[in-house]
């Protein structure tokens, strides 16, 4: 059986007309998933008796379920357990401009950067389009609240899962969806370069993030295995041409690793690598997990280095931490570690992260 969820309004047209029904029926389902948020069939009160029974017996609707939440000041971490038991996390930022939820795209992950703790454990699968889809419904539902923005930021790389994440936005995205606006959808790749050229071909505004995290091949090579398939050169071509074809700017992660790329000159050769693209990059405080090959660098250090950005005219802003208390930084999910850092907030050298 396949999950209700997993469709998108086209696909659900087809199967109402395959049925000799008619195609608004499609609407009127979408409606009840996305606006009134049943999860029955037979609470979607205006269909009739034999549409709902054949629903029934050819769709599931929810399957994901909400095994632990972890509360800190405007964010929670949420673990779900899978229909085949497998876990994943997604997180809940309240943010002054609304509510974000970042999402996992795969148990597992097998990009196997070195720094990133969510990727210890290789790809057990993709995710299906509807585990995303659920891990926004759950987590509207737990905390009541609106979710206004997605990252998909989670545990797994989204171009690795490309036809389910396209699904996703697609569903997220509608205005009988979700309704999410696509400004407010980020899409986060290490840099699968063949996804990113198909993702320029899509119709939908969504925002396009590179964990690029070094300046140049030697340290890439080193901390993003990557980086071997497709070298820098390759990325930030194809991302010159992904700008000139989408006219949209593109969000470089960097996490600023101690002694590793986080030097004065690393400064400058970033600033050379991304000159007159239009892009900004996102300095992130390295959240430290168990590996002890890396450190978080000194905030002085972070600063300098904010600012040699900022004398070579390139955007950038120091990402706002959140939830390191309860290991739901990015890099943490599925970690171990108990203690952490006090949060810190660097909103005042730079606008908080939006997407
Ligand atoms: N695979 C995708 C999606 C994951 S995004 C990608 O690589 O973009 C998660 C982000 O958190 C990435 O930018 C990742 O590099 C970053 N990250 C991983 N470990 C981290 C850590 N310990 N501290 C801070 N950021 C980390």
């Known amino acids: 059986m396949q999950n209700v969820y997993n469709l998108t309004l086209k696909d659900l047209e087809d199967y109402f007309v395959s049925k000799g029904d008619k195609k608004f029926r499609a609407t009127q389902v979408f409606e009840w998933l996305y606006r009134k948020k049943v999860t029955s069939f037979s609470e979607m009160t205006n269909l009739k008796k034999e549409v709902i029974a054949d629903l029934e017996e050819n769709f599931t609707v929810s399957t994901l379920k909400i095994v632990k939440v972890e509360k800190d000041v405007d964010v929670a971490k949420y673990l779900f357990s899978l229909n085949d038991?497998?876990?994943?996390?997604?997180?809940?930022?309240?943010?002054?401009?609304?509510?974000?939820?970042?999402?996992?795209?795969?148990?597992?992950?097998?990009?196997?950067?070195?720094?990133?703790?969510?990727g210890r454990l290789k790809k057990v699968r993709n995710?299906?389009?509807?585990?995303?889809?659920?891990?926004?419904?759950?987590?509207?539902?737990?905390?009541?609240?609106?979710?206004?923005?997605v990252v998909v930021m989670g545990i797994g790389e989204p171009f690795d899962n490309y036809e389910n994440?396209?699904?996703?936005?697609?569903?997220?995205?509608?205005?009988?969806?979700?309704?999410?606006?696509?400004?407010?959808?980020?899409?986060?790749?290490?840099?699968?370069?063949?996804?990113?050229?198909?993702?320029?071909?899509?119709?939908?505004?969504?925002?396009?993030?590179?964990?690029?995290?070094?300046?140049?091949?030697?340290?890439?090579?080193?901390?993003?295995?990557?980086?071997?398939?497709?070298?820098?050169?390759?990325?930030?071509?194809?991302?010159?041409?992904?700008?000139?074809?989408?006219?949209?700017?593109?969000?470089?992660?960097?996490?600023?690793?101690?002694?590793?790329?986080?030097?004065?000159e690393h400064a400058q050769c970033l600033a050379e690598l991304v000159r007159g693209m239009n892009c900004?990059?996102?300095?992130?405080?390295?959240?430290?997990?168990?590996?002890?090959?890396f450190k978080r660098s000194k905030k002085e250090?972070?600063?300098?280095?904010?600012?040699?950005?900022?004398?070579?005219?390139?955007?950038?802003?120091?990402?706002?931490?959140?939830?390191?208390?309860i290991s739901a930084a990015c890099g943490q999910l599925r970690s171990k570690k108990e203690e952490y850092d006090e949060i810190i907030l660097y909103d005042r050298y730079g606008k908080s992260e939006r997407s």
């Not at 995710?127 to 923005?149: A, F, N, P, W």
């Open 85 to 118: 038991s497998e876990k994943v996390e997604a997180v809940l930022m309240n943010h002054d401009y609304g509510n974000s939820v970042c999402i996992s795209t795969q148990v597992g992950c097998n990009m196997g950067c070195k720094f990133c703790e969510s």
């Open 165 to 264: 994440l396209v699904r996703f936005i697609e569903i997220v995205n509608h205005d009988h969806g979700l309704a999410l606006g696509s400004r407010h959808i980020t899409v986060s790749t290490c840099g699968v370069v063949p996804k990113i050229i198909e993702f320029s071909k899509l119709p939908y505004q969504v925002n396009l993030a590179i964990s690029l995290h070094a300046p140049n091949n030697e340290i890439r090579d080193q901390i993003m295995p990557i980086n071997k398939a497709y070298p820098l050169e390759v990325l930030i071509d194809t991302l010159k041409k992904y700008i000139e074809k989408t006219n949209r700017r593109v969000t470089f992660e960097y996490i600023l690793l101690s002694g590793i790329n986080d030097r004065k």
């Open 127 to 149: 995710l299906e389009t509807h585990e995303m889809v659920e891990q926004l419904l759950e987590i509207e539902k737990e905390c009541g609240k609106r979710i206004s923005h």
């Open 280 to 293: 900004y990059i996102n300095l992130i405080p390295y959240n430290e997990t168990n590996n002890i090959d």
């Open 301 to 325: 250090t972070i600063l300098e280095f904010y600012d040699i950005l900022k004398k070579n005219k390139v955007n950038a802003t120091i990402r706002r931490e959140f939830g390191s208390k």
